[in-house]
């Protein structure tokens, strides 16, 4: 348990029909005597009371909401107070707590309390700023599935795998004349059943990291092409100015779609050509900055015509990147598509609903290989974990190719003791206080 008492406003900025103000800590029930002192507390009862201040003013009448240690959010005790929806309401129930003696908390500092008193691991502790930040409904799901915690017993299975081998090989080295040295063949048989779960762990957090951020597609083409129609069509909006003027477009538009569930951002840009003017010019070389920064260059040429010198000068820039190629303006010709003869290249028009989820499919397979995430599993979700899994399988990977070279058993154990002491970090049995920090700064204050 800690020491003082915090509390903020858990509700978001501005106003509503209802601010919730949370507080936690070992002071909670001298300071709800004060602040709403016709109350006596019951465990989960919503008592109807007036809030007083510092000044025993009434501030409001909301409700009162009381959960005893440990049977709490934050394994202490907390105290919610419900109030109607005004700033200057919410804020005035904080200030008489922090004249009670109180303390403002800081981000995060709710769960934080709660990983510390051990009412979820650091992984759960986690996805509740993913849950909070989703955007679409397979990020919540995605989200919702670490919260429950599965991935750190997942892990320990996999630690304890570990700690036997060393115990067996240990035996064997400490007493080599009682203990018979462990069958290789059966150890390198364990290690890679434990290698190939690490791996899919990786492969899982890699697709569940796409679910949480997203894929940029960078719509890039010359003047003309039907960049921002495709835009249009795909977001089933007009949100760009379509003009048959070349340099119509001349900064970059940012909106999102999903697809498989997956958040695309599509980023629309200016065309690039050559002899723009200064302002055109700004323009495609912010397109140039984007295009590098982009996992997916959706290139957009005029399919119908014969292809220029823009069109092919993009065709080679993009030929060594991730790229889907779209000839538009079939439906005037194909002189162009013809002329390329890109492989894999979707030929169409941006007013047809096949092309248009033809080059969805194409986002999909060349973004996350087509496959529709499994969000029901815990996965990585911290580059910390990324780190540790991947510091993981360095270590058993060099303890594998020890064992196949037919050296000595005893080389594999540092190698495993280093596996094991990493794979803490994902399980949380293990905590540095910069990868405390690094995880509850992404909260906000009230949570």
């Known amino acids: 348990m800690t020491a003082d008492t915090i509390a903020a406003i858990a509700t978001p900025p ?49 409700l009162v909401l009381f959960s005893p240690a440990p049977h709490s959010y934050t394994g202490e005790d907390t105290l919610e107070l419900h109030v109607h929806g005004s700033p200057v309401v919410a804020n005035d129930v904080v200030r008489a707590l922090l004249a009670r003696g109180a303390r403002l908390a800081e981000p995060g500092e709710f769960t934080r309390r709660a990983f510390m008193n051990g009412k979820m691991d650091l992984h759960a502790a986690s996805s509740v700023a993913d849950l909070i930040d989703a955007e679409t409904r397979s990020a919540a799901r995605a989200a919702l599935a670490n919260l429950g915690g599965g991935l750190a017993g997942e892990v320990r299975a996999l630690r304890s795998r570990l700690t036997a081998i060393v115990e067996d090989c240990s035996g064997a080295i400490d007493f080599p004349e009682e203990v018979p040295e462990p069958d290789r063949e059966r150890v390198d048989t364990e290690l890679r059943a434990v290698l190939e779960r690490l791996e899919q762990l990786r492969h899982d957090g890699e697709v569940g990291r796409l679910v949480r951020e997203g894929v940029s597609v960078a719509i890039v083409g010359p003047p003309n092409a039907g960049k921002s129609s495709l835009l ?110 890109v492989p894999d290249a979707i030929v169409g028009s941006v007013r047809e609903p096949g092309t248009l989820r033809a080059i969805r499919a194409a986002i999909a397979r060349i973004g996350w290989g087509g496959e529709v995430p499994d969000l029901e599993r815990p996965h990585l979700a911290s580059l910390y974990e990324f780190d540790a899994v991947n510091a993981a399988i360095a270590a058993l990977t060099e303890a594998r190719a020890t064992l196949q070279r037919g050296d000595a058993m005893d080389w594999i154990v540092s190698d495993l003791q280093q596996a094991y002491a990493v794979l803490g970090h994902v399980s949380g049995d293990f905590a540095a206080e910069e990868v405390l920090t690094g995880v509850f700064a992404r909260f906000c204050i009230g949570k």
């Open 232 to 341: 249009n069509a795909l977001l089933g909006e007009e949100r760009a100015i379509v003009s048959e003027i070349p340099g119509t477009t001349r900064d970059t538009i940012e909106e999102s779609i999903a697809i498989d569930g997956v958040r695309v951002r599509l980023v629309d840009t200016a065309g690039i050509r050559e002899h723009a003017d200064r302002l055109e010019a700004a323009g495609i070389d912010r397109t140039r900055r984007v295009l590098t920064s982009a996992r997916i260059a959706l290139l957009v040429l005029d399919g119908s015509q014969p292809l220029d010198a823009e069109a092919r000068a993009l065709l080679t820039a993009t030929a060594d990147r991730e790229r889907v190629v779209f000839f538009n303006k079939a439906d005037l010709g194909e002189d162009g598509a013809h002329e390329a003869n």
């Open 14 to 62: 501005g106003r509503g029909a209802i601010a919730i103000v949370r507080v936690s800590g070992p002071d909670v029930r001298r300071l709800a005597a004060r602040i709403v002192p016709d109350v006596q507390l019951r465990p989960r009862y919503a008592h109807y009371a007036e809030i007083l201040d510092e000044n025993h003013r009434a501030i409001d009448r909301g």
